[in-house]
């Protein structure tokens, strides 16, 4: 089953050029049944890897393109009347799939952050007096651009809580670069020469489509089953208590060191601590260990905590970010 994984990772980094770490994180958060938070500029493939890894396993995408007009029904959906009866049906929405890529997430206005938190923490839509459940795999990638602030609501930390990683992607460097670029020349020819071949052909609905696509490299069992491999992964007590001792320091800096404790107002909440266990054990499986190593806690710990810790107004007018308080934290806490 490792293999498997290994495969789609494989995969998906040979058309995601130049972004290794967030196909490791996507894949991380796959196996550890969480959702994903990635900011960055456009056109940094977010949306691609997303829908690739839908693509190749047995799953069904939708992306959602967050906006200050979006209605919480445009996403959970909504109840229709039907004139010939006089009842009403309900219509899922776009949430009702196994992968949502909410793009430009801090777009939306309260009440449609309110409406994904549910899907997000609960697994379920209400609507009216009636609980709708989502699918057991469901996994939201929501997207920020932090270069444009105009017209954008900042996330509640309630909901930046639920996501649980948030991964910051980066520019590829110049060789990556240039195999992006020729990778773009391919896909285009083929592209285009795909449509020469079907100028005369019939149209063919999205449903079809999908029916007749490649096969999955992997299916639903599959991936629950890997998460139960990946819950059923031995850590030392050593490891255990390090990962404990690095987020108690976010929440009790001032036991750490006077500079840690200007940085940050709030610390880290006990979900972080789930999340950080369960990320680590997802990387370490995919590298093929039964066993986490604090190499794995201290990789997983700035994706887990960045998001969760609440920089003071000294910090921030200093240019201080979480980063900067993460790598302090590692710097004190002595390692398992």
Sequence with gaps: MLSAFQTLEQELLARIVGQSELVERLMIALLANGHLLVEGAPGLAKTRAVRLLASMIQADFQRIQFTPDLLPADITGTEIFRPEDGSFEF???????????????????????????EAMSEQQVSIGRK??????????MA???????????????AQLDRFLLKVIVGYPDADSENSILELARQEAITTEA?????????????????????????????IFAARQQVLSMHMNDSVQQYLLQLVLASRHPQHWSEELAAMLDYGASPRATIALDRAAKARAWLQGRDFVTPEDVTSM??????????????????????????DLIVELVPSA
């Design 143 to 157: 997207t920020q651009n932090p270069i444009e602030q105009e017209g954008t609501y900042r996330l509640p930390e």
């Design 301 to 326: 710990l700035h994706d887990c905590l960045r998001h969760r810790l609440v920089m003071s107004l000294e910090a921030e007018a200093a240019g201080k970010t979480a980063d900067d308080a993460i």
């Design 131 to 140: 609980t709708f459940a989502l699918p057991p795999l469901f996994l939201v």
């Design 91 to 117: 219509q899922p929405g776009p949430v009702f799939n196994h992968m949502v890529l909410a793009d430009e997430i801090n777009r939306a206005p309260a009440k449609v952050q309110s409406a994904l938190l």
């Design 194 to 222: 795909n449509d020469t071949d079907r100028i005369d052909a019939p149209l063919v609905c999205e449903t079809a489509k999908s029916q007749s696509r490649a096969p999955a490299v992997l299916a639903q069992q599959d």
